[in-house]
């Protein structure tokens, strides 16, 4: 069984740190010459702002529930973070609209996905509200395993340096998957705080990993598409992502997908991913998290 949240954080405190990023000379294609890479992260920027607006309400709901103080600080900090972490993302949206690429369709879809279909359900008596509610947890802590698997990759991600990537894309990348690996066991430990069985956390990412998978292919998809420079040459292809991530300039499907099935093992804890001290070393040099911090 995965160990109580209080014996594994003691001593997590976290932080949201205010960062602002200027997107006024940020090209299309932020890997230069690299659309479909561009444009397979940028599916992060049509997801985020919706998902984790999502999730601070799913935390929100959950909150009267958490009988641990120090959870309860977790989850709060945790909330902090993901609301500055929309808020960034958000501002990637606009500028791709001012660029000439309308992210507004694809957006509306996640929108709707996320507060009609996975939204609170209205009229639930008590016990089922309260299950409602456990749910959504799950499926938010699976989603984590994830954006924590992410985080770890963008700070590890050179290749994106020898590209040539926009230095600013790249600290935000890095930025927020920071601040992912930091905060990467507080859904899950929320989750077994308000339901210990196996379960539900394999429910979670039953649910989660295959949603994942299906709207980051719609969102490259409708990406390339929507791109006013490609008009559509560019046809998206496992063999291109294949071929991105073996150059080192996205995270390896197969990892990915392995990543996913670690989650699944009796024994998994977050705190077996990735590791805060990179994750803090990184936040302790980062260009907008220092300029937040003065
Ligand atoms: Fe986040
Ligand atoms: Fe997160």
Known sequence: ?????????????????D???????????WVPDEPFVTHTINVLHLLLPEGERWFIKVFRDALPMIRDEQLREEVLGFIGQESIHAEAHQEVLEHLLAQGLDPRPYVRQIAWLFQRVLGEKPGLSARRRRENVIERV?????????????????????????????????????????????HRSVA??????????YLRRV???????????????????????????LQG????????????????????????????LRYLRPAYHPTQEGSSAQALGYLATSPAARAAAH
């Open 1 to 17: 069984m995965p160990r109580n949240a209080v014996e594994v954080h003691d001593n997590l405190v976290l932080e949201p740190r």
């Open 203 to 229: 429910r979670g990412m039953t649910v989660s990993g295959p949603l994942l998978v299906h709207l980051w292919v719609r969102g490259v998809r409708f990406l390339l598409a929507a791109d006013p420079t």
């Open 233 to 260: 040459s560019i046809r998206p292809s496992w063999k291109l992502a294949w071929d991105g991530a073996r150059r080192g300039l996205l995270p390896d499907p197969i990892a990915s997908l392995r990543s996913g």
């Open 19 to 29: 960062v602002k990023f200027d997107w006024s000379d940020l090209p299309l294609h």
């Open 138 to 182: 799950a499926f938010v802590a699976a989603i984590e395993h994830f954006t924590a698997f992410l985080g770890h990759w963008a700070l590890n991600s050179p290749a994106l340096d020898r590209a040539k990537a926009d230095p600013t894309m790249v600290d935000l990348l890095r930025w927020h998957g920071a601040e992912e690996v930091e």
């Open 188 to 197: 899950f430990d929320l989750m077994v705080h308000l339901d210990p069985g």
